[in-house]
């Protein structure tokens, strides 16, 4: 019996020992060039590679990565529909839905960019040194103005614009339809440089461009639904994030995050 028994547990360990990976959905802004967004329906970008590279690393997880419009995905966020949405700032203390968050796993430099004849009067305090100026921003990245900033736009003091995506938004700046943009450096120079490449930016006609005042950084993060954490709909939850959590720092640590970035670089 015994000798059966052992057969038995032999044959069928293997069957045992193997589990199915978990599935798991973490959405992305899809139109946050050149650091996440959608191209043919898949995403793409810097921090998709970050993403990618230490999803690879997670024995035990098949992690999708699926692009979405980012007020979809907060919202997505809020009613619970979701598990996790990247790339997204700290906002503990004013999006009661989105908490907890991931290790960082970048932190982005946000810079104005004006025409040359508006910093022809130095400006660099951010953003006191800015006021009677229209300024524009990418949508949905409201979270870089600062408190300070939202007063002077709501006493009228700053004209405040949005633009759908990193492009629209230098090509309104280069139009001289702002006098100024608000933009992560990296990000800038990257799309700026892509747009001089193919022909979309004539130093002939188009304003010169400048940066200007820093604006401040902001951590990276995957943001979590709380509701969805809460109901239990993501058992796998604190596994998932101490997983992620643990790639991250040792990506950090052996400067691999860093590689990645600088690739974009060139």
């Known amino acids: 019996m015994a000798f059966r028994l052992i057969m038995l547990m032999i044959l069928f360990s293997p069957l045992l020992a193997v589990a199915e990976d978990i599935e798991v959905t973490i959405y992305v802004d899809d139109a946050y060039k050149p650091f996440s967004y959608a191209e043919d329906g898949a995403a793409k970008g810097m921090y998709i590679d970050v993403l990618k590279t230490a999803f690879s690393e997670m024995p035990g997880f098949k992690v999708k990565i699926e692009p979405v419009p980012w007020n979809r995905g907060k919202q997505m966020m809020a009613q619970g529909k979701g598990f996790g949405l990247a790339p997204a700032f700290f906002h503990g203390h004013d999006w009661p839905y989105l908490y907890p968050y991931s290790l960082p796993f970048y932190t982005e430099t946000i810079i104005t960019v004006c025409t040359e004849n508006v910093l022809a009067l130095p400006r660099p305090r951010w953003p006191e040194d800015y006021r009677g100026l229209a ?51 990296l990000a800038f120079d990257y799309e700026f440089r892509r747009m ?31 509701p969805a954490i809460q109901s239990n709909k993501y058992p796998f939850a604190y596994r998932f994030q101490k997983a992620f959590d643990v790639v991250i720092y040792q990506m950090i640590k052996a400067s691999d995050i860093e590689r990645i970035m600088e690739a974009y670089r060139e």
């Open 135 to 185: 300024v524009g921003n990418v949508a949905g990245f409201d979270g870089w103005v600062g408190e300070k900033f939202r007063s002077l736009v709501e006493e009228g003091e700053i004209k405040y614009y949005e633009a759908q995506g990193s492009e629209a938004l230098i090509q309104m700046l280069l139009k001289e339809r702002h006098d100024c943009i608000m933009m992560e450096n």
């Open 196 to 226: 001089k490449k193919s022909g979309v930016y004539n130093e002939k006609i188009h304003a010169k461009l400048l940066k200007g005042a820093v604006i401040g950084k902001d951590p990276v993060y995957i943001g979590y639904s709380e």
